[in-house]
């Protein structure tokens, strides 16, 4: 049995150069790799496999060997497998979460630890739901039993982000095995060790080929894996350009697409609010400890005005008192910025916000004054306020620690400026009103919405957004059955 490895510097070495293919690690059939850097020091960690057409190749027959035996396993039996994943997951959360901070900057405490957990836990949950594979009776005729039956969809192709890379991939991979499919992923170019080494661990659980994983980059990797005939639906988490693309591909062979796309959150805090309350929920929901690289970032503060200024003034209070520095310290709230290119562009929308008219940009927090941590990824938080909802800061994801608050002086007002927006993954309202909350519940246009809460998606509530932000849903058993198995229709007449 594979022991924990805590440290993750030997453990990026360990996992360089390889793919995860029919139950192993295997080089690039190419040999070509690509570096990966601590974006805390800008150090590379290691190089990882640049996959190509040809490992997908590799890695799809695999999943399809593996699959057609994997499907004829008692679904329960599935179920319990993948349970025990979550066990030997659990065991490893420590050292999964070490070898997140170093490759994504995100820092131990507040985010990688916390991950890694719920990793473990969206195995756990998946793994009791093999028995709940049902499908329907249909009252068709009284001399014909009729009802639908769940069967695998086959080889899925999963591609990921970066920002979290094990919950993204557990709510793919999980759902998908335990419905009796094989799953081939493609990891994001800047986090390809995390998901790598979590497949190496459950190499000792899961049968050769179910579970396969390469990295590369979009064209090279994530393109051939989408368009091989093999793959039988793609699950894509990341942004609506690249999403756009996949679900082209998706529609060219005709196989279901599920998209997890961007997010502009709306959090609106109506006069009532608990004001505490909110500016604590503003700094979770604002995922200032992840630098706000979160889909759900509640990037859109509607307060009332007449809260607007102790809101902002408390907010401002609160991210000052978090800590930037080393993601691998434990003393750090919050890390880095992920990649040279997501850094320069939460800078370039950082100056566009402070070149407009009447805006204030306000810088929080202290950039780490560690020499070595000098070149890395960081950026102040920024609490924009003076914009309008018009302005590209109010309308474009940033995916940076960058929120802007904008006050209101009407509720209906509010329920407006939350839904004039191209995306709907996630909303809030914050109040002491039942009648505003569920008015306010019904009318949101977002797949995630949350009364005086803001938490991150958890197994069991089911995940996905409307408009810009996706098709389809994750996390829940609707999730499984909706989106990795077919319904075979049954008619059976007397013999
Ligand atoms: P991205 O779209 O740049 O990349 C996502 C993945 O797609 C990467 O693995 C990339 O290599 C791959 N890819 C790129 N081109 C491809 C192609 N032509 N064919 C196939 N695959 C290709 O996104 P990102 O920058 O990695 O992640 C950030 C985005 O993800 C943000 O927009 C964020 O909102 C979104 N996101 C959404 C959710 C959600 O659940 N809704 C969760 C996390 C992140």
Redesign the pocket.
């Known amino acids: 049995m594979l022991a924990p490895v805590l440290d993750p510097h030997a453990l990026a070495g360990h996992l360089a150069g390889h793919h995860f293919i029919d139950g192993r690690l295997t080089p690039a059939a190419s040999t070509a790799t690509f570096p990966v850097e601590n974006p805390a020091t800008r150090a590379i960690i290691g190089h990882a496999a640049a996959g190509d057409a040809a490992d997908v190749a590799r890695a799809v027959e695999a999943a399809a060997r593996a699959q057609r035996l994997w499907a004829a396993v008692a679904p329960r039996e599935r179920g319990r497998i993948v349970a025990e994943c979550g066990r030997r997951l659990l065991a490893h959360v420590e050292e999964l979460a070490r070898l997140t901070a170093l490759e994504t900057g995100k820092a131990l405490r507040t985010e990688s630890r916390g991950e890694a957990s719920v990793l473990a836990d969206v195995f756990t949950y998946y793994g009791g739901l093999g028995g709940e594979l049902k499908g329907e009776t249909i009252p068709f005729r009284p001399d014909v039993l009729a009802f639908t039956l769940r069967e695998p969809v086959g080889v899925v192709g999963a591609?990921?982000?970066?920002?979290?890379p094990l919950l993204?991939m557990a709510l793919k991979i999980c759902a998908a095995i335990v419905a009796g499919n094989a799953v081939v992923v493609?990891?994001?170019?800047?986090a390809p060790f995390g998901v790598l080494r979590v497949a190496e661990l459950l190499g000792e659980i899961l049968p050769p080929g179910i579970l396969n994983i390469l990295s590369?980059?979009?064209?090279g990797?994530?393109?051939p894996?989408?368009a091989h005939p093999g793959v039988a639906k793609l699950t894509?988490?990341?942004?609506?350009?690249?999403?756009r693309?996949?679900a082209h591909?998706a529609a060219e062979k005709l196989v279901p697409v599920t998209l997890?796309?961007?997010?502009k959150s709306p959090m609106i805090v109506l006069d009532d609010a608990d004001l505490p309350r909110a500016i604590a929920g503003a700094v979770a929901g604002m995922r200032f400890t992840r630098q706000g690289?979160?889909?759900?970032a509640a990037s859109r503060m509607l307060v009332h005005r007449s809260l607007h200024d102790a809101f902002v003034e408390g907010l401002i209070a609160a991210v000052n008192a978090m800590k930037m520095g080393d993601p691998l310290d434990e003393a750090t709230d919050i890390g880095t910025i992920i990649s040279p290119a997501?850094f320069e562009r939460v800078q370039r929308y950082i100056a566009l916000g402070r070149a407009a008219a009447g805006a204030t940009g306000h810088a929080c927090s202290a950039l780490p004054t560690d020499p070595r941590l000098a070149n890395g990824y960081y950026v102040q938080p920024v609490i924009f306020t003076g914009l309008a909802n018009d302005h590209r800061l109010c309308r474009e994801?940033i995916?940076g620690p960058v929120t802007c608050v904008l006050p209101f002086d009407e509720y209906e007002e509010a329920i407006a400026l939350a839904n004039d927006t191209d995306f709907g993954?996630a909303a809030t309202i914050w109040t002491q009103n039942l009648q505003r909350a569920i008015d306010a519940v019904h009318r949101l246009q977002a797949g995630f919405v949350q009364v005086n809460q803001n938490l991150v998606?958890q197994p069991t509530l089911a995940?996905?957004?409307y408009k810009q932000?996706?098709i389809g849903k994750?996390a829940s058993l609707g999730a499984m059955l909706d989106h990795f198995t077919h319904a075979k229709t049954v008619l059976i007449n007397r013999a």
């Open positions: 591609i990921l982000p970066w920002n979290a993204l493609k990891s994001a170019e800047e590369g980059d979009g064209p990797c994530g393109a894996l989408a894509f988490t990341g942004s609506v350009e690249t999403g693309i996949v591909v997890e796309l961007g997010g690289q979160s889909c759900t997501q994801e995916f993954l998606v995940y996905g957004g932000s996706g994750e």
